[in-house]
């Protein structure tokens, strides 16, 4: 069974940091991209990041690119989102999905781990 | 800024059929946007429905099915269930690898 577990959420300061894990199981993690999607409270969702299942290649979205940066340990099983100089804007849950540019991209989720940016 | 665009909210009664499409700013949606769409209820992480268009997950009810559709990316109900109440995503691939959900519809069974 695949599971897909976030964590490393919280409560943050504008400009402040914070690092997401997720970490999988239930399938062969090294070979698949991975990537991360946010929901704004109330809002629709964000693809965010992804990184490629040799870990050779990450892809961000415009709003994150330059203070976010997307890793992955395969010995862990476990990807990572690194989030620098947060906003108020960057509140959400934020998902990690396995996938990106597969044949079927998206196809399991996590629960989601919640960020909130504020002073 | 590339948009996604879906319908806000549609209503369908139980048993009903019912299209939610997907427009993309750019233009034409076809094949090679690779239309994806997803589930969400309240409280829950999406689910995935349809892959490339028109391809279910081993999980999707045959009830749901994917087509291109006047130019835009389609995803069909047919037989609407109780259960089917919730907010629809998809999603297209664009140049640069890059992916951009639409902003959704909420489908309410009434």
């Known amino acids: 069974e695949v599971q897909l577990l976030e964590s490393g959420g919280g409560l943050v300061q504008p400009g402040g940091s914070l690092r997401l894990s997720c970490a999988a199981s239930?399938?062969?993690?090294?070979?698949?991209?991975m990537s991360w999607v946010r929901q704004a409270p109330g809002k629709g969702l964000e693809w965010v990041s992804a990184?490629?299942?040799?870990?050779?290649?990450?892809f961000y979205a415009d709003s994150v690119k330059g203070r976010f940066t997307i890793s992955r340990d395969d010995s862990k099983n476990t990807l990572y989102l690194q989030m620098n100089s947060l906003r108020a804007e960057d509140t959400a849950v934020y998902y990690c999905?396995?996938?990106?540019?597969?044949?079927?991209?998206?196809?399991?989720w996590g629960q989601g781990t919640l960020v909130t940016v504020s002073s | 800024q590339t948009v996604v665009t879906q319908e806000p909210s549609l209503t369908v009664s139980p048993g009903g059929t019912v299209t939610l499409t997907c427009a993309s700013s750019t233009g034409a949606v076809t094949s090679g946007y690779y239309p994806n769409w997803f589930q969400q209820k309240p409280g829950q992480a999406p689910r995935a429905l349809i892959y490339?268009?028109?391809n279910k997950h081993s999980w999707t009810p045959a009830r749901f099915s994917g087509s291109l559709l006047g130019g835009k990316a389609a995803l069909t109900l047919s037989g609407v269930q109780p259960e089917d109440e919730a907010e629809y995503y998809c999603l297209l691939y664009y140049a640069g690898a890059h992916v951009v959900f639409g902003g959704g519809t909420k489908l309410t069974v009434l």
């Open positions: 490339s268009t028109s």
């Open positions: 990184i490629s299942g040799s870990g050779d290649s990450t």
């Open positions: 239930g399938f062969t993690f090294s070979i698949y991209a």
């Open positions: 999905a396995k996938g990106y540019y597969d044949l079927r991209p998206f196809d399991y």
